[in-house]
């Protein structure tokens, strides 16, 4: 038996989640009006049984023209809280602590749900009742190539953003979740905000560094006021733009400043949305610089994401202080059990497993240890007992 920081419990204000491994926010494009039901119960609830520390739920629309495509869960109505209750309660019976993203998409709503296609929804494409919907941002600055031009929110609509993500944040803890993610990333809205690539404004919510973040903070400020004390924030960044001309690390680690210093506890530091293609290195653990940048330069916790595929690389990230938290999505839906299997093959434990199966693995493999590999071709491999 060996001992592993990424295995180690991590507290953050009132909560302590039971490791470091955390999934991060995958949109499943797969409810009707924003209501969770039997799919993402089961979708979210194997992340429990597989062991994660924290599992946070995908991008929720504060407004329904804030949802990325009308498959989108939602936290704008007092209605949607009992069915994101109903997974909070499975994940915390299962040891998982419970996480939501509070998310507006701006200039990327009202977009078609992947598997239709990429792009923004039109008249002629929409499903039977889904019309497209005019969509906001930073400026009047489409969201890419034959995407519609947004309108640039005004002081009323940045006013009715603001209260939207607050009054989400309180439905969330309604439904008992003990974690909520401002998502500032992936060039939705707050990230349109903070982009010198979508913020074009005159006003003070543009033009330098300081005024492209005052909205965004504003949102942080209005949901930590809303959001009970003793619960940990979290705000998702992308550190830098696709493209080099966009956000910089440099800039990155200003806003974490300033979010640290407004009672935010970790940011999770992903990359792109905005600017087109990946100008920067790519491979295994690509982003994992920018959130070790980030908790060194503005103090603050983080949470590493991107390409991390290995037990062993998710632990090196954390034992060697790049970050506090490890993310996997795509990882975690190709192996709901990563966590697990992260506990066995860095620890050789098998309590990790939920206890329905622990044990019985655990017989498994010492049996499996004195057989060998199954070598084949024959399916019939037995020995007589010694």
């Not at 990424?6 to 924003?34: E, I």
């Not at 806003?255 to 905005?274: I, Q, T």
């Not at 991390?308 to 999505?329: F, K, N, P, S, T």
Request: hydrophobic residues 45%.
């Amino acid at each position: 038996m060996t001992s592993s920081t990424l295995l180690s419990p991590f507290r953050l204000r009132d909560a302590t989640l039971r490791n470091r491994l955390a999934v991060a926010p995958m949109c499943q494009y797969s409810v009707t009006d924003g209501y969770v039901g039997d799919y993402h119960l089961v979708h979210l609830g194997r992340f429990a049984l597989g062991g994660f520390g924290l599992v946070i739920v995908e991008a929720t629309g504060v407004t329904p023209e804030g949802r990325i495509s009308h498959g989108d869960v939602g936290l704008w109505s007092d209605d949607q809280v009992p069915g994101l209750a109903r997974v909070v309660d499975f994940l915390h019976a299962e040891g998982a602590a419970a996480g939501i993203q509070l998310a507006h998409a701006g200039a990327k709503a009202s977009s078609r749900r992947p598997w239709e296609g990429s792009g923004p929804v039109t008249a002629e494409d929409a499903r039977p009742g889904e019309a497209p919907w005019p969509t906001v941002s930073a400026s009047a600055v489409p969201a890419g190539p034959g995407w519609p031009v947004p309108h640039a929110l005004t002081a009323e609509g940045l006013a009715e953003v603001r209260e939207a993500f607050a009054a989400a944040a309180r439905r969330a803890d309604a439904a008992g979740f003990d974690v909520v993610e401002v998502h500032a990333a992936h060039g939705y809205l707050l990230h349109q905000f903070l982009s010198p690539l979508s913020n074009v404004r005159e006003d003070a919510y543009g033009g330098s560094r300081e005024g492209r973040m005052r909205f965004p903070l504003e949102v942080v400020d209005a949901v930590r006021a809303a959001w009970p004390a003793g619960k940990p924030l979290l705000v998702r960044v992308s550190a830098v733009d696709g493209s080099g001309e966009g956000l910089t690390v440099e800039d990155t680690v200003a806003f974490a400043r300033e979010l640290r210093a407004r009672g935010v506890d970790v940011v999770d530091v992903s990359g792109g949305g905005l600017g087109g293609a990946w100008e920067h290195p790519i491979g295994y653990g690509y982003q994992v610089p920018y959130a070790a940048a980030v908790r060194e330069q503005a103090d603050i916790a983080t949470m590493a994401v991107g390409l991390v595929v290995d037990a062993r690389q998710a632990e090196a990230i954390v034992a060697g202080g790049a970050a506090d938290l490890v993310a996997v999505a795509r990882e975690a839906q190709d192996d709901p059990n990563f966590a697990v299997h992260a506990a066995r093959e860095l620890t050789d434990a098998y309590d990790a497993y939920p206890v329905q199966a622990g044990p019985r693995l655990a017989s498994r493999d010492r049996l499996l240890g004195r057989l060998g590999p199954w070598t084949g071709p024959d399916p019939v491999q037995t020995r007589d007992p010694a």
